[in-house]
């Protein structure tokens, strides 16, 4: 989720302060990030388009815990190094929804009332949903392989929201095929990032915005 955010866009700096260092040595995290991401979402998706049984749903949780949660988190730090706003944010907060997904499926659900227990999985996904759906208007000054992952990751949580609150094992697999799409689109950003950031050249187009 990585973008060109522009200088303008940072907080002033009194004129006594001692100029930040470069950051023109530091890699693009955004590869990083966007592959946990997108794998971890790949991973679930496969149980919410009902393609393998929830026997096996547990296989997540490394994904969740190493791959998109603290790999991602970490993407998400250094972005903030790198002084862009849109990619610190996005990186930092879906590394941590990863790791509360892990603690919320190994920790939370198995101690709520069966009979209530979908009305708090709807509510921790209509949080997300609103989050990423307010994160597609930053999203329009990073790139077009971006802003498809966001607009579709946005459409992928409400599916799933109406899924859980109206139980419906019909909306979720909608909403699993709809995450299988999210999780090629940011497998093409992240493959997008490493390859142009290492041949230092345009080797897949992401289609600037700004």
């Not at 790949?42 to 749903?57: A, K, Q, R, V």
């Not at 009332?113 to 996904?125: D, E, K, M, S, V």
Request: aromatic share 14%.
């Amino acid at each position: 989720m990585s973008s060109a955010e522009p200088n303008s866009a940072a907080a002033p700096r009194p004129a006594s302060a001692a100029p930040l260092p470069s950051t023109a040595g530091i890699a693009d995290p955004g590869a990083l990030g966007l592959a946990g991401f997108a794998t971890t979402t790949f991973i679930l998706s496969t149980f919410n388009t009902g393609l393998l049984g929830d026997s096996l749903e547990t296989v997540v949780l490394p994904f969740a815990l190493f791959f998109g949660g603290t790999a991602q988190l970490l993407a998400g730090m250094w972005e903030f190094r790198r002084a862009n706003t849109f990619a610190a944010t996005a990186f930092s907060a879906y590394g941590a929804f990863w790791l509360g997904f892990a603690y919320y499926i190994s920790q939370v659900v198995p101690k709520l009332p069966p009979a209530h227990a979908y009305q708090a999985t709807g509510l921790f996904l209509l949080a997300w949903a609103v989050f990423t759906t307010y994160m597609i208007i930053p999203a329009m000054r990073t790139n077009g392989a971006v802003l498809g992952v966001i607009v579709v990751l946005a459409v992928t949580f409400i599916l799933l929201t109406i899924g859980a609150f109206a139980q419906s094992t019909g909306i979720d697999k909608v909403g699993g095929w709809a995450g299988y799409v999210t999780a090629a689109l940011a497998w093409y950003a992240s493959c997008a990032t490493a390859a142009n950031g290492t041949w230092k050249k345009t080797v897949l187009p992401v289609w600037p915005l700004d």
